[in-house]
């Protein structure tokens, strides 16, 4: 096995802690092409006692799934037993609460899980969606390397991410849809075009994890196809500066709608523009990202019945084509207030909370246009808290940790059962849906606990978290050693 790139500095970097070259200015008002991100306001409340009850109920969750579910992907907690994504499984439940558990301090149920990710084989002859393993598993293995420091976790990642990295040999660089992880053979997703297409988010979201593997193991190839995928979506934008929505990875046109927004299929695109650039700063990245924000904004933005919402829109005209949302669009406050655009992601999560209001958790798409649900199911999903959680750090202001404990008093009022949580099949009735997803450990859980615990149990200006809330400490990337080792 080559190992010899793990070089000590990089190891002694990142268990002790190494000195960051970003100078990050602070900066607070109105939007600014090149601003920094922001800095959490000092001394914000916090709810300790919440913050207890969170990390207990972590603890019961976590309980479950090792009770009924231990090496399957997913709990499924009415019916008290496990399932896979796949005909095999790759261990996604524990690989992605590692970094909750670890933040909490369940030290002993974090340790289990590193020994458990280093006993997978990812020798398995089974296709796998690479936009899924990615953020969950390739980023839960680096952030398990990044809290632990074991460079055998480090192998690991690298073993797994170089059996993502043939879904990137496609005539325009952009990944296919799924990859086996053996013999490295593309497949298209069941059901899609000629299993050719993939949608915005999927072709485009590896900046951040490609980018921290290449900085640890100083080998620019991660990161330079993720760049190269993400530049092939921003270079097939309209004239009017807006990409699509599906892309064919060979051809690369634009496949059946012509639709764009920032929902589901497109979101993480957005986010991780931003996130990469704030802890890899590669200057062409944040160049990527002002345009595109600056189009968001233009285009998306949508006031409609005294709501903020962004809405689905025409790509060659920016002409609005419907007024829906879907819950995971509720990140983008966050986005919006740790890039300095403070205003507008106040606008958008009132707008969010007002609908959360209305039912007692958020439907997975609603029709703002029309004031109806378009899909009623809840799988418990994080957004929303973590836009509160950004907002309540960085203004400062109370009414943001009220919402975030309405989310936590709703969701436990909903979705509390006598193993851990359930998903819901209809936020109108709440009736119960037996299924966990494995981002409710990752992320759900880890955004209540940060927002209740205060930043002396973690300092949100510390960490950057990836689309799955995997954190990585911003001092252990040094903007000078990541020009070389990303090869920008
Ligand atoms: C998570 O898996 C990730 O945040 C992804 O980017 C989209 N949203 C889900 C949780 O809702």
């Known amino acids: 096995m080559k190992k010899t790139w793990l070089a000590a500095s990089v190891i002694t970097c990142i268990l002790s802690g190494c000195s ?43 309980h479950a799934y090792r009770d009924y579910a231990w090496g399957y992907d997913v709990l499924l907690p009415l019916s008290k037993k496990g399932f896979n994504w796949y005909e095999n499984s790759l261990g996604i439940s524990p690989i992605d609460a590692y970094s909750t558990l670890k933040v909490m301090g369940l030290n002993e149920e974090a340790k289990e899980v590193e020994d458990y990710a280093l006993a997978q084989d990812w020798n398995k002859d089974q296709y796998v969606q ?39 040999n496609s005539p325009t660089g952009l990944p296919y849809h799924s990859v086996n992880l053996k013999t490295g053979e593309v497949a298209g997703d069941k059901g899609q075009g000629e299993g050719t297409t993939i949608n915005v988010a999927q072709a485009a979201t590896y900046l951040f ?13 991660y990161y330079q196809a993720a760049k190269k995928a993400t530049k092939a979506i ?15 990875v060979e051809t690369g046109e634009w496949e059946g709608t012509q639709w764009h927004h920032l929902q589901a299929g497109v979101d993480a695109y957005y986010e991780y523009m931003y996130k990469s650039w704030m802890i890899l700063p590669d200057p062409e990245i944040k160049a990527i990202w002002d345009d595109s924000k600056a189009k968001i904004d233009r285009y998306l933005t949508d006031d409609f019945n005294g709501h ?16 829906s949302v879907s819950l995971y669009d509720a990140f983008f406050p966050a986005i919006q207030a740790i890039s300095g655009d403070i205003e507008n992601a106040e606008k958008t999560q009132q707008s969010w909370h007002w609908l959360w209001q209305k039912y007692g958790l958020l439907p997975t798409r609603y029709h703002y246009g029309e004031d109806r649900i378009e899909y009623a199911n809840s799988e418990l999903n994080p957004e929303i808290v973590e836009s509160a ?26 979705c509390r059962n006598d193993t851990a949580f359930n998903s819901v099949e209809d936020v109108r009735t709440m009736e119960p849906k037996d299924y966990l997803a494995t981002y409710f450990y990752a992320e759900t859980l880890k955004y209540f606990y940060v927002a209740f615990a205060g930043s002396e149990a973690f300092n949100f200006d510390d960490y950057i978290f990836n689309t799955e809330a995997h954190p990585f400490l911003r001092k252990s990337f040094d903007a000078d050693k990541a020009k070389t080792y990303l090869g920008y």
């Open 130 to 168: 690479v936009f899924e393993v990615n953020i969950r598993i390739l980023g839960g293995l680096l952030a398990i390397y990044e809290l632990g420091g074991n460079p055998k976790i480090l192998a690991k990642a690298v073993d797994f991410a170089d059996r993502l990295l043939p879904a990137f």
């Open 389 to 414: 959680y950004y907002l309540h750090q960085l203004t400062g202001k109370e009414e943001y940790l009220d919402m975030i404990k309405t989310y936590w008093a709703d969701m436990k009022a909903c």
């Open 308 to 323: 903020r919402f962004y809405s689905i829109v025409d790509m060659r005209t920016g002409k609005i084509l419907k007024r």
């Open 234 to 248: 921003y270079e097939r934008r309209s004239e009017i500066g807006l990409p699509g929505e599906v892309i064919n």
């Open 209 to 221: 994890e490609f980018g921290i593997l290449s900085y640890y193991s100083q080998d620019p190839k």
């Open 20 to 62: 960051t070259s970003t100078s990050e200015e602070r900066y607070r008002g109105s939007v600014q092409a090149n601003s920094a991100p922001l800095s959490a306001v000092k001394g914000i409340a916090a709810e300790p006692a919440l913050a207890k009850e969170v990390v207990e109920e972590t603890r019961r969750a976590w």
